[in-house]
């Protein structure tokens, strides 16, 4: 049985889903539920859910920033975006924050159950129907990160492979220097984890 936690600031969503969903044929079932990130984030704790299905649009604190939180404190719970917001930026912006997948909540029941089991699977999925959000805002991303040609050095050698201190030794410079230039790629692009920044950079094209 998977169980999954639905956090949405309209009951009406969530009660809709525990509806849709058939435990014992689906072998999904809602363990708990949450209209706000200020609610969710006490019951997370204690939940038993391996999935998190997450509204982008919410009063307290959007989940687009939520989502950052979620995979901060919880790094084993999966997480699907389930929302009906077009809007490009938001839905970049979630996929940065390395959400698992983005479902529109005009999906079907069969698309629904096919996410939840391909998230645990390992898989980052974009549902039928989202846009092509990364297309439509890459360029402005890209030059919002401004990065410096030391930084670019170092990031290319990062996303071939190279250690710090493989980098330092294929550019002759210190490591401090390295170092350096890692913790100001780790800033610009919002994340301390070398594994992410090299994903992220990848993703808009640094190593091309």
Not at 12 to 41: F, H
Not at 93 to 102: E, F, L, Q, S, Y
């Amino acid at each position: 049985m998977t169980y999954i936690f639905v956090i949405d600031d309209h009951q009406v969503t969530i009660d809709g889903i525990r509806a849709i969903l058939d435990p014992k044929v689906d072998k999904i079932t809602i363990v708990g539920t949450a209209n706000s990130a200020g609610e969710a984030l006490p019951k997370l704790f204690t939940s038993r859910a391996k999935v998190i299905l997450l509204d982008l649009l919410m009063p307290d604190l959007s989940g687009v920033e939520f989502c950052r939180v979620l995979k901060r404190k919880y790094p084993e719970k999966k997480v699907i975006a389930f929302t009906g917001d077009l809007n490009p930026v938001v839905l970049y912006n979630t996929w940065m924050n390395r959400v698992d997948a983005i479902l529109m909540k005009t999906c079907t029941k069969e698309e629904l159950v096919d996410t939840i089991h391909t998230v645990l699977a390992g898989f980052r999925i974009m549902g039928d129907g989202v846009p092509n959000f990364y297309k439509a805002v890459q360029g402005d991303k890209i030059k919002e990160r401004k990065l410096t040609p030391g930084e670019k050095q170092v990031l290319r050698l990062f996303i071939q492979g190279s250690s710090r201190a493989e980098v330092a030794d294929l550019l002759t410079s210190s490591y401090n220097a390295v170092n350096h230039h890692t913790k100001n790629l780790f800033k610009k692009f919002k994340t301390n984890n070398l594994v992410s920044l090299v994903a992220m950079a990848k993703e808009e094209g640094f190593g091309e």
